[in-house]
């Protein structure tokens, strides 16, 4: 019982955490989703927008925000690579077949960045090529923004709605969680015991 209060009593620390630090832990992870990590900003906006749902639009806000920021910085950090080492890339990469593909992006290339803006496809993938390949970054900007805060107000009103079905959710995952490590906690024990004794047999 000591140990499920205690799981009890982090859960209710993390959701009533202030506002100011779920903002910051949302710019951090939609921030470097768009960059280089794996860890996209979607949970935390889902679980944010649940249990402070005054601050709907603020959360979106930051997520859009912050995910454009971190575009960017792929699209620049891409764009000066490839104007350092042209030379070396295109050891890698045949120049002309570089070229075919720039232009074929050129001429697709708002569709694939809202495509990949809106959908769970890594959008951190598209801002580093578009910056390899120099593209537009006004177009980059607007297909991004558009893409971003389509998929981001989505999921923050669609939370929003159904937030109460979410926490019951996120609560009965809760006690199984509590359930399922006192089960470990208890077989590690067993483990234990079991392998104290064998090695005690064999003194």
Known sequence: MIFTELIDLIFEKLINLPVYIWILTIFIISFTDSVFSPIPPDPLLIFSTTYHPEYLFLFIFVCVFSSYLGGLVSYICADKIYQKYTSFIHKFINKNQFDKANKQFKIRGDLIILICAITFIPYKIIAWVTGFV??????????????????????????????????????????????????????????????????????
Do not use: C
């Open 134 to 203: 120099k593209y537009s970054l006004t177009r980059f900007s607007i297909f991004s923004v558009l893409g971003r805060t389509l998929r981001y107000s989505i999921i923050g009103i669609l939370s929003y709605i159904f937030g109460e079905n979410i926490k019951n959710i996120l609560e009965v995952s809760l006690e199984i969680s509590n359930y399922l490590a006192i089960i470990v906690v208890l077989l590690l024990v067993l483990v234990l015991f079991y392998w104290n004794n064998k090695t005690k047999s064999k003194v």
